[in-house]
């Protein structure tokens, strides 16, 4: 570069301009020019032009810049907050001039326009909380309180329609929030957690378009700004589009309110363009240039955004609390669960063939067998697609499911009941006793069953957790108990595996229909019956369950006094209770002598005497030496 600059400075900033400026460049040839509106001096591609500008200026400045060919270096003006940050310009004017004077290579730059106005920085539709372009991460105080001043705008926010089209005709008709234009994010808070890759010379401008569908997803993008604005590289949320192209128009049915750099303006169509590498830029220390060629490839990641009935949904009112998904959003997940609601061939005979190993796991005595007749068993299908029908009120699917399950659960039990009217042996079982009495910890197993079930198929990417789904919550177990009660003709039996069977049923359609109503699969009016039905129906199955489990508390509370108690110098050991009236208490003595009938039954009314009631002992005797 040569010695000899042109300096263009504000006029109503002339007194620092030469008192800060031009003893910078003192030793240097400088002209000084004051910039007056639509006068610009007739400089051609010879000449070395620095600015000393507010933002207002530079936008009338750079489209001449950029025509004439000036070698242009850009100066921090105190109302120079936009370029500054758009341009990588240094906040210190000594570091500017530096820059200047280190005589790096000049760049050719883009210029980025909207409706034709240069865009110093960032373009921005509606409202994008903190997608907005930043110089720098605010302190946690500051986030804080825009955390709060978010949190009371969640009740307006309301989608407006928008329609999107780009230079190689991609389309895009959405309900948006607001989006946020930028022709590149360096040096600000978007650059470091959404748009890490991007340049002022790679010929493109990148668009962030925020499309929720519901006030959680809002409050956890909230949430995410206030604790994690410090990191590099967050993804983009699955509500925000990004759009990468040379070429993009904005229009929507109503005004357009947008702010462009800091001018509120509005209008029904906005066209972005950018001009490639136009502006012989001097660079300053915080620009990002590309060195390698421009990209071609356009990027459209709009995939997660609502489109078509979901469009029309959210323009309607303010956003719901939970998203709605439309219908054509989840076809394959509803073609896929109407496959579960019928009773194909192969759903019956994996039902027999579960119901059949789960029987004889049960007379073995054996869990490995019993675990594998859970995942064979394709119990869990049908009632996955009842939840889907009791959330949407699908009373054909409700239909289907009912007939498929009903006719699973005859299969199994009827089976069942044979190998246990032929099988001579009529034992209670550790296995078949542990499916007998149901509490409400089975509730609880059920509950989070149902809920990992509906998550697992309406997303596809975990559904091979199925199968852990189908082990815990074992399905086809009680009924194989069930069928064992009814070809012993043991009604304690049966209805005890039928509770727990019911507890599996009620607690799983209740918990997949939220899960479903919380994915944006239903709208809660829809669900509401439904789901207070399958509520009543748990409530209900809550009531022997809640005895049992009290049943459990009191059983564990008098092992818990019985274990380790010594009578006359005889340890109680290994305690078990069993329900009846008396009580029923097996245990293990451990004495030095041996126990006659006169110590037993001292020990049996100390035992009375601790636990208050009557009980009758079965005692083992261990005698130590």
Not at 423 to 437: D, G
Request: negative net charge; contains cysteine; charged residues 20%.
């Amino acid at each position: 570069m040569s010695s000899s600059l042109m300096l263009l400075y504000d006029p109503a900033r002339e007194q620092e301009a030469l008192e800060k400026v031009v003893p910078l460049f003192a030793h240097h040839e400088l002209q000084t020019y004051p910039y007056v509106l639509k006068n610009i001096p007739d400089w051609g591609e010879e000449h070395k032009v620095l600015t000393y500008l507010g933002d207002e200026d530079l936008v009338e400045i750079l489209p001449v810049a950029a025509e004439r060919g000036w070698h242009l270096g850009l100066l921090p003006h105190p109302d120079m907050e936009h370029a500054r940050v758009g341009y990588g310009v240094a906040e210190k004017l000594a570091d500017a001039a530096e820059d200047i004077l280190a005589e790096p290579p000049e760049r050719q730059v883009d210029l980025l326009y909207c409706n034709g106005r240069p865009v110093l920085r960032s373009v921005v539709l509606g409202e994008v909380f903190s997608l907005r372009p930043a110089a720098e991460v605010e302190a946690l105080s500051v986030r804080f309180l825009r955390f709060w001043q978010r949190l009371r705008k969640l009740g307006k926010l309301r989608p407006q329609r928008y329609e999107i089209l780009t230079q190689q005709e991609n389309q895009l008709n959405t309900a948006a929030l607001g989006m946020v234009a930028v022709e590149h994010s360096g040096n600000s808070v978007l650059a470091k957690s959404l748009l890490p890759d991007t340049k002022i010379n790679d010929g493109h401008l990148h668009l962030l378009v925020l499309a929720p569908r519901s006030l959680m997803e809002m409050l956890r993008f909230f949430l995410g700004a206030l604790f994690f604005a410090n990191r590099k590289h967050n993804r983009l949320a699955p509500f925000i589009g990004h759009i990468r192209t040379a070429w993009l128009k904005i229009s929507s049915d109503q005004p357009m309110e947008y702010i462009h750099d800091e001018a509120w303006l509005s209008c029904q169509e906005l066209v972005f363009e950018v001009a490639s590498r136009v502006l012989r830029l001097i660079p300053g220390r915080n620009l990002d240039i590309d060195d390698a060629g421009q990209r071609e490839k356009e990027v459209f990641r709009v995939q997660a955004l609502p489109a078509g009935e979901a469009t029309r949904e959210l323009i309607a009112k303010p956003l719901p609390i939970l998203s709605h998904a439309a219908t054509e959003e989840f076809r394959d997940l509803y073609e896929h669960l109407w496959d579960n609601a019928r009773p194909a061939s192969h759903y019956l005979t994996l039902t027999v063939l579960s119901a059949l190993l789960a029987t004889i796991g049960l007379f073995a005595d054996s869990s490995p067998v019993i675990i594998g007749a859970m995942i064979l068993a394709p119990t869990m299908a049908p009632i996955i697609s009842l939840s889907m029908a009791v959330a949407r009120q699908d009373i054909a699917l409700l239909g289907a499911s009912l007939r498929t399950l009903g006719i699973g659960i005859a299969l199994a039990m009827g089976f069942a009941a044979v190998v246990g009217w032929l099988m001579p042996l009529r034992e209670v079982t550790t296995e078949i006793a542990a499916r007998l009495s149901p509490t409400l910890l089975d509730l609880g197993v059920a509950v989070i069953s149902g809920i990992a079930g509906a998550y697992a198929h309406a997303r596809e990417h975990v559904a091979k957790s199925l199968a852990g789904v189908a082990i815990a919550v074992a399905l086809v177990p009680p009924l194989a108990v069930a069928g064992i009660g009814i070809g012993w003709m043991d009604p304690e039996v049966l209805w005890g595996a039928l509770l727990l069977f019911l507890t599996n049923l009620s607690g799983i359609v209740l918990m997949g229909s939220l899960t479903f109503l919380v994915l944006g699969f239903a709208p809660f009016r829809r669900a509401r019956r439904g789901l207070l039905i399958s509520l009543l129906l748990v409530g209900l199955v809550c009531i022997p369950l809640g005895l049992g489990f009290a049943r459990m508390q009191e059983e564990q509370a008098i092992i818990r006094a019985l274990e380790g108690m010594e009578v006359k110098q005889v340890l109680i050991r290994d305690v078990r209770v069993r329900r009846g009236e008396p009580l029923y208490l097996s245990m293990r003595l451990i004495s030095t002598t041996s126990v006659d009938d006169a110590s037993m039954e001292d020990i049996k009314h100390a035992i009375e005497e601790r636990i208050g009631r009557r009980a009758v002992v079965e005692a083992a005797i261990g005698v130590r030496r």
